[in-house]
């Protein structure tokens, strides 16, 4: 785990309401006078993924208003950052929320507050930097009219870091249809999309996606024959959580995740969290688990970390910049 958390990194898919700590959300929960039985939710250890989202629902109760919102943002790249993460994409879902004032604009800008506030924090200490973009989420349970919002909301606040559109959210609900014109939109307003594909299996839908040509897939746990022969000729890169796959029992054990025919195959992999707070995670060690798991040595850990650059939805010198930090990351970790 040591060598792990020296490791430079990059994250990829992060939600922000499943990254809080513990203690926020036990605090929060006495500050919102939650219910107990609610409260008993928080404490449970082990979820499936349909608990998963209750769990979620409970969260997006005492994360209410827009001083949370900034509050809870800050923190998670504060902690994303002690990780030594160097470049956070963030994700989460813009929510309108008339009895707290707040619209998918206002709940986006505390959101927008709270990254540069912990950025802002982070340069004044002199400490390791973080850069950070956001991502906003489509929610399965929203209609077309809500997903093309998130995604004019996302266009117009693409020079304050906003730069992609993902689609998440319980995959029993909805269907593909409803988002797909919104999503076609993001992608003519120059907004990068990334997708939760094959979470549970629906081959129809995995297959409309696949050809929707995302700039990402994120899970890609149940998928047949003929559709991993399908992603893997797309070449679209996967944003992989273990420990998320493993507690939601969407695979049965580590060595027998996907991660490790993809990665063997060539196909692009990228090590992500999912929700650090709700899995108990840190991206150390999610690559300490693929470590053991497959038994990488020091200098796969290093390349897996490094390629994941190139999937940023950075620019070309950006990413460039990127390459150099890693590279003096590099020499002083010899
Ligand atoms: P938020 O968008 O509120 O910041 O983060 C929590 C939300 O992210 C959840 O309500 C859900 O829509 C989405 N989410 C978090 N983890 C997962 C996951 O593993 N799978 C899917 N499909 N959605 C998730």
Redesign the pocket.
């Known amino acids: 785990l040591k060598f792990c958390q020296a490791l430079p990194k990059i994250e990829l898919h992060a ?4 990254s809080l700590r513990d203690a926020t959300i036990r605090k929060l929960a006495i500050k919102r006078q939650l219910d107990p039985s609610l409260t008993k939710l928080i404490e449970k250890g082990d979820r499936t ?1 349909s608990e ?2 209750k769990l ?2 409970v ?2 109760q005492i ?1 209410t208003d827009h001083e949370t919102i900034t509050g809870i943002a800050s923190e998670v790249v504060e902690d994303f950052a002690a990780d030594n993460v160097r470049y956070l994409e963030l ?3 813009p ?1 309108t929320r008339s009895e707290h004032g707040m619209t998918k604009r206002s709940y986006t800008e505390a959101v927008l507050k709270g990254m540069q506030e912990a950025q802002g924090r982070q340069r004044a200490s002199k400490g390791r930097s973080i850069a950070v973009r956001l991502l906003l ?1 489509i ?2 349970r929203e209609d077309a009219a809500a997903a093309l919002e998130t995604v004019q909301l996302a266009a117009e606040l693409q020079s304050r870091g906003v730069v992609g559109i993902d689609l ?4 029993t609900l909805g269907q593909w249809s409803t988002w797909e014109p919104a999503l076609q939109e993001a992608r003519r307003q120059g907004l990068k999309i990334t997708l ?1 594909a094959a ?1 549970v299996y629906n081959p129809a839908e995995t297959e409309a996606m696949l050809h929707f040509r995302p700039d990402r897939l ?2 890609m746990c149940c998928l047949d024959e003929r559709l991993e022969a399908l992603h893997y000729s797309t070449g679209i890169p996967v944003e992989l ?1 273990l420990s ?1 796959n493993i507690i ?1 029992e969407s695979v049965a054990s580590y060595p027998e995740h996907h991660f490790h025919p993809f990665y063997s195959a060539g196909h692009p992999v990228i090590l992500c969290t ?2 650090s707070g ?1 899995f108990s995670t840190s991206l150390s060690k999610e690559f300490a688990i693929a470590a053991q798991a497959f038994q990488f040595s020091r200098l796969q850990l290093w390349q897996i970390s490094e390629a994941a650059i190139d999937h940023t939805f950075l620019n070309e010198e950006e990413k460039q910049d990127l390459r150099k930090e890693f590279e003096n990351a590099r020499l002083k970790l010899q």
Not at 15 to 18: A, D, E, K, M, V
């Open positions: 939600h922000l309401n499943g993924l998963c989202f979620f629902d969260i997006h994360t994700r989460t879902t929510k989420s929610d399965r998440s959210g319980n995959p939760h979470e994120g899970h959580c998320s939601t999912d929700d709700v």
